[in-house]
Every structure is written in C-alpha cells, then in structure tokens.
C-alpha cells in the first residue's frame, strides 16, 4: 500500500483517496466544517488547509499521492484556522449564549479546538433573513456559513431544495420555491438536508432544547474526537 | 411574455448551457429579470430556480430590479480616474439628473460603476445598454443626453460615437502580418497532425494570459485523454484591469485567432469550439459572427474542412460582468450556465471542462501565435525572446505616457525601453499584469517582460510622480473585494476586511498596528484562497508595502504608545445602532500631538 507523511506519521492511502480521506481512516484529525464524508466535496471553508511538500492545499479535495509530506496540526496553520473560523464568525451574527445549537455547534465546535477566545476582525453586522414559514424546519441565514452541505444534501435526495446564489460578500442561501418560502418547498423534516447543517442556519423545530446545554457533544468531548467518524448528527 | 420566453428558448433549443445569453436577451427585453420569466424558464430550461436567481445575483449586468430603458454604467478602473473619470460622472449624473447608483424616478436612466471595460487607452468610458462609449468628454454627454432624453433608439445614434480605435504603435511578431486564411489548417494537415504538435513544443509557446503553462503539454494532455467528445474554448474574458490587448486581437486579428483555434480542434481532436467573450466586449459581437460567417462560406470552418476531413465550429458566448470567469474553470462553469465559481482541481479542465468532456482553454493571444507558429514553425518564434520565454508579448499600456495602446515586444524587453516609446516621463511607478501582478518602482526599469522576470498578461499601467499609491492601491483592493465570487471563506470575507482595513489606513485612521494587521490578512488570503484571484487580490498591498514602507508609516497616525485596544473601533457597533459617523462619533485613542 502507498504512503503518505502527516506530520511525521506515516499514513496509508488507497488510490483515488484524498488526503482528508486517508487521514481520517488513520485517525488523523484535520480541522473542518464543509467536508461531509458521505457527500462530493467542496473545498469552501478552507479549515482543512494543510501544507504539502511546502504548498497549500485543501485536504478535502486534493488527492493523497506517494510522497507527499504533510503538515497539518502544526501552531502555524492552526493560527490560520483560527483566523479562518474568526472570519465566519463576523460575517454572520453568530450568537452562542442565545442559540439552540450551542454545543452540538460544529463551528463552536472548532472554535474551541483552535482556542478562538475572541472575534478579532470586526464584526459585518450583516442584515439576514429568518425563514420560519416552514412548519417543522427553521432557517436563519444569520448562521449560514456557505458550506454547501444541504445544498448537496437535497441534491442527492433529488430535491434540490436549497441553493447558494449571489456573489462574494453578498452570497446567501436561497431556497427553491416560487415564493422564495421554506413552507413552497417540498422540504420534510425527515430529509438528510434538515439534519445536515454543521451550524444552526438549518433547525428542526421542536428539539431545541430536548438535551439540555451542558450535556450537548462538545460539552464534553473536542471536536477532534468526534469528527473521526462524523457522529455530530 | 411567455410567448416571448417561449421563442427565446426555442432559439437557444432549451438548452440550460444557454442560460447566460438568454438572460441577456430578457434583460435587454425588460431592463430586468421578471420574475415570471424566471419562473417560465425554470419549466423550459428544467433547471432549479437557484440557478437562475443565483446567476442573475452573479453577474453584474442581470438584475432582479427594473435598470433603467437606457442602463449606463461607468468603467471605474483607475485608468479612467486617471483620465477624468470623477468629473466626467459628475457631469454625466447631473446632466440626466441620476445620482451614481440610482433609477431616474421616469425609469429612463440609471447609472452605476461598474469594473474595467478594457477601454484604458481611450477612457473615461461607459457603456449604454452594453455599448461601449469610449474617450468621453463634455460635448459627448451633452449630445447623449440629448439622444436620451429624446428616447432616440441606440441603433440612431452617431455611430462615431460607439468608435473604439486600435492604437497599435508597436506591432513585431504577431501583429506585423496577419496568416493567410487558412494557411495554417493547410500547413497543419500538410505536416501532419502529431508533427505539428511536435513543432508546437519546440516553439516552447507559453501561456499568454499570465500563468504561463506550455501550450503544447496542455494540448498533448487533453489529445491523450480517453474521452473522444473534446472542446477547444478561448478565453476573451479579458477583465484584468488596464488589459485590452485581446479587444484589439479581437478586432483586427480574429482570422488568426479561428485559424489557430481549428489548428488546436485538429490537434486534440475537438469539433466544438467556443469564444467567451467578455460582456463589455458586446461591440465586437456581431464583427466576430461576420468572420465566423465568411470562415464557414470560405470552408474553413464546418464539414470537411479544406477537404481534410477536419470537422470543427466555432460558437461565440458572451460573458455578464464578472472577472472571476477569467478564471478558466469558472470560465467553463459560466459556458455551462452557471455561477462563475471556480471548480476543484484536479481534475483539470484538460480531463474534465466543458460538460465534464476534455476541454482546453486557451488566451486569445496564445491561439494567434498557434497559428503563427503552425505556418511558420517553431524555428521562426523561438529565435525572438530569451531562453525560458520565447516568442513576443502583446501589450495594453495606459496610464501617464504620451500613445497608450498597443506595443508587442519581444520577451525581454526592458521596462526602460518600453517608457521610452510609449513616452512615459517622471514615472513612479508601474503596475505590470494588471493588479493581480506586480506593481514596480521607478528604481526597477532595468527589469524585463519575461516570465523568469515580470510576467504578464499584457497590462501595463504607468504612473507618475502625482499619482497617490494610496488611492491606486485602494481602487484595486476595493476591484478584488467587488469580483470576489465567494465560494472560499479566505477571499469572500477576507477581502472585505481587507478594504475595510486598507480604507481605514487611507483616510488616516491607522495606527503601526493596523498595518500588521493588514499584512496578515493579505497573507492568509494569498495562501489559502480556493483559486488565483483570492491568491493575488493582495498583490496591490504587499507590492507596494515591500516598495514603499516609509509611505506606509507617514500615513498612519502618530501616536506616542503602542495601542493595546482600538477605541474608536470598538465604537462601531454604537456607530451603527445610532446611525451616526459624523466627527463627534468618533474618539481618537489618545491626545494628538
């Protein structure tokens, strides 16, 4: 079997495997939140940066080959992602002492990884907006984080329900219904796109609170320990 | 209107690739995008409708929202400030009574800025409905406005009006002698298919839209391919600013570009080819179907052709206002109708462009000198230039010299040289490929147009010593932050900081740490962004910052300690509850001296 060096670790690989996957089936943790092993990946948040042989490279997208030396969890490119993740949190408004998700937040979740303690850029105070026409699904853009998840996860369902659209700072995710209303599509509650949001941008109502705060999965456990085989859900 | 949607998906055989020209169409229809044409084009095309919102949202000429029955947009590159840009706008705007960025409230004019229109060399410009108004000066507004407000057709206008000169001052290797249509396929045949491709290889062509990969390599890849359905597309996506070297290719050498184009289909095997053409470039259209046109009489293109056997056409597609589609995967994503959001690679664009098929995307430049060097072979290009770069360079030079236009120069010419026959005096400075490129100090003339040196894409903007760094390097910071397509969290948001980062140190407001601060934002955007654009939108900052830090610490404040917390900063938040920013809204951190 061919090799690849992670830090100094020697990690096997099978042809047509990214990094990202041959990391995680060695138990290689590299930071996150757009990837999704059972989806296309997508290469957007830029978490998962690694170096290889003195490049930078998405993990998540970039094949693993013979040869390669990796540095990942090194104090450089956690500093990236810590800037990385800071950028998500002010171009959204994302308030954790007031959100549902909070600790099961996989952007919290990574926050805590990377030891973010403050925003450090200023805050966009961008204007969003809540979608709560649906009945059994919320949508609050304010948490968005353009990962893509939903939208390929409603692809794969065959429903393509949501969409990114726009461009640059104005992105946003629009859903896909003449009224431009959660509740005109046929979004249901059960699909994998209402459970997929690593944020709280895609809530199912009525679960809020079902575990109380302090007894939610990164309460207890670094996202580092999770992630291997992607039980946040 | 469902008629109208109706004849118009017919035209475009209700294919969804054909998005972008039929939201052209509606556009110029309606002055916007109805949304009952988006819901009848959802049915005719059988595309989601984020699609289409997420391409009318894209691309800056579509737009959800009535423009006006004469939409004027102003070209904002520095090169038109340079010229005037800021009275002219003034005047226009006061003239039809339209504030920049606003609707007459009759619905008959709106104006706006939009990004370079390649006009550099004759600016200020601005386009009426797509059309290109170049060299404008007082007496032209007033004559528009006349037009206007008598709601003359734009089809009544002067045509001198709509005039845009080519400017060649320097013409060398490929603009001294057009190819003889079709002497190029027929050398091509006469050699030999695999024969050519070799003669390709030892001219060593490079890339000429800036990134330089060997031409050759790129085509035998994509030949080599298993696929059997591929596609050869041009890239006139010419959107860098100062660039407008391919507008005049287009113009007066669009032959030599098809010749080389059926040369490259012949090569790799292609029978469909595309030109993206830029949509400030609507003026070239109907010139570029005409040639087509004649090319397919003359059976140059089509069935069959020149009896070879070779069969390829060519198909021409406009873009919609957006410079990240220069980029050759979102060129692709943009030719299938999407969003201009640049693709993961690998797989490359040879393995997998067009339709997922292997598709090579090429300069316009870079297909001219093709057909050059399939005529005349490799010998012919490679005795010119230096050792790593052969062949010449096509200029686009503008800015503060005597003739901005055209000059083509053999690789290795020096920056000196060139100033001297452009006419360029007390320079400052020069911005070398556009903002994404290098901007050089007038310490730097010794250094040459190659790509082991200055490599280039052919813009090439001269400053002099009145210009202000700051405000050059603020109009392409604020450039890179507009064009952003936003997929990658380093360049969505992080140009944004960026601005907002390099504003606050131009309107004084910088302290030593803001400078630091500045310098890892546009660290972190060139090494981690998703394609070139986000890894080159710091190039304007970190060029000048190596070149002039002492201009850097004149403009920032002077304050007697290190700031541990920034005060006026952290009064944002109360700035923007209160809707206030006048003078009285802001603290200074500590006493001035």
Redesign the interface.
Known sequence: MSHITIDGQSVPFEDGQTIMEAATAAGVYIPHLCHHPEFT?H?????C?VNVNGR?V?SC?F?AQEGQEIANNTEELNA?RK??TQ??F??GNHFCPSCEKSGNCQLQAVGYHLNMLDNH?????ALKKVDASHPEVLLDRNRC??CALCVRASHAEGK?V??????????HL?????SGELSDTNLEVNDRAAHICPTGAILVKGTAFKVPIGQRIYDHHDIDEMSLGESHE | MESFIKQLTEKYQHQSTQLLMILREVQAQYFHIPKLAIALLVKELHIPKTQITGVIEFYSFLSTEPRGRYDIYISDSITDHMLGKHAIADYLCEKLKTPLGTIRADGLVSIANTSCTGLCDQGPAILVNGHAVGRLNKAHIDEIAALIEAQKPLAEWPTDLFAVADNIHKAGLLLNESVEKGAAIKATVQRGITETLAELKTSALRGRGGAGFTTAMKWQFCRETPETERYVVCNADEGEPGTFKDRVLLNSYADDLFEGMTVAAAIIGAKQGFVYLRGEYLHLYDKLQSVLALRRQANLLGENILSSGLNFDIEVRLGLGAYICGEESALIESLEGKMGVPRNRPPFPVTSGYLNKPTIVNNVETFVAAAHIALNGAEWFNQHGTEKSKGSKVLSISGDCARPGIYEYPFGTTIRQILADCGAEDVLGIQVGGPSGTFISNKEFDRKIAFEDLATGGSFIVFNNSRDIFAIVQNFTHFFAHESCGFCTPCRVGTSLMKNQYDKICTGHGSSGDVRELQEIAKLIKSTSHCGLGQTAAQPILTTLERYPELYNNKLKQISFEPGFDLDGSLAIARMLTGRDDSNAHLAQVEEE
């Open positions: 990946p290469g957007s948040c830029k978490l940066t930078c998405s997208t094949p990236d800037r990385l950028m998500l002010v171009e850029y200023p805050h966009f105070f984080i353009f393509d949501f969409g990114i659209v726009g461009r640059g700072i104005n992105k629009e859903v896909t219904s003449e």
